[in-house]
C-alpha cells in the first residue's frame, strides 16, 4: 500500500498587529487555528488556500509569498499533513457570508494572545507558521509549479 500525507494550504493575514485566526471545533476540542483546509482535485495551492479563507472567515484573501512547508504528523489520528503556508492581505470582507461546517468564527488575535493560548491551538504548526513569518521567511509564489 502506498502512503500519502494529506495535502493542506494555510494563510497568514496581519493587520494592525494581529493574525486573522479561526476558532473551530476539531476533533471534539474547541482550537485556534489559521484559516486552513484540504486541496481539492484539480486546484492549485494558491485557488484552495484563496478558497479556504473565504469559506472560513468570509474575507477575500490574495496570496503575496510561502512562507513555508510544514510536515506534522497527528498520533491522535494518525496522520500526516503536508501544509503549504501563505502570506498575503485580506482584501474585502463579507460579513453576512456563512462560514464553514465546524467553524465558530473568525477572530484577529496578535502574538501574545496565541502564546497565552498555545493549548488552545490546532497543532504544532500554528505558532511555527507565524514566528516564520514575523522571522521574514517569504518565498516567491512562482515558486510554485501546477500542471494540471
Known amino acids: 500500500m502506498q502512503w500519502k500525507p ?3 494550504v494555510a494563510a497568514i493575514a496581519q493587520r494592525d498587529g494581529k493574525f486573522l485566526m479561526v476558532e473551530e471545533d476539531a476533533d ?3 482550537v485556534f487555528n489559521q484559516p ?3 486541496l481539492e482535485q484539480h486546484e492549485t495551492l494558491i485557488e484552495a488556500v484563496i478558497r479556504e479563507v473565504l469559506e472560513e472567515t468570509a474575507w477575500e484573501f490574495q496570496p503575496e509569498a510561502v512562507v513555508g512547508l510544514y510536515l506534522y504528523h497527528n498520533p491522535r489520528v494518525d496522520i500526516t499533513y503536508l ?3 501563505f502570506s498575503g492581505h485580506c482584501l474585502k470582507h463579507h460579513p453576512d ?3 464553514d461546517s ?3 468564527r473568525a477572530v484577529w488575535l496578535d502574538k501574545s494572545e496565541l502564546e497565552a493560548n498555545r493549548h488552545r491551538l490546532r497543532n504544532t504548526m500554528v ?3 507565524i514566528e516564520d513569518y514575523l522571522a521574514g521567511k517569504r518565498y516567491p509564489l512562482d515558486l510554485l509549479n501546477h500542471y494540471l
Do not use: E, Q, Y
Open 28 to 30: 471534539a476540542h474547541v
Open 102 to 104: 465546524g467553524v465558530l
Open 36 to 38: 486552513a483546509g484540504h
Open 127 to 129: 505558532l511555527r507558521c
Open 97 to 99: 457570508r456563512k462560514l
Open 83 to 85: 501544509r503549504v503556508c
Open 6 to 8: 494529506n495535502v493542506t
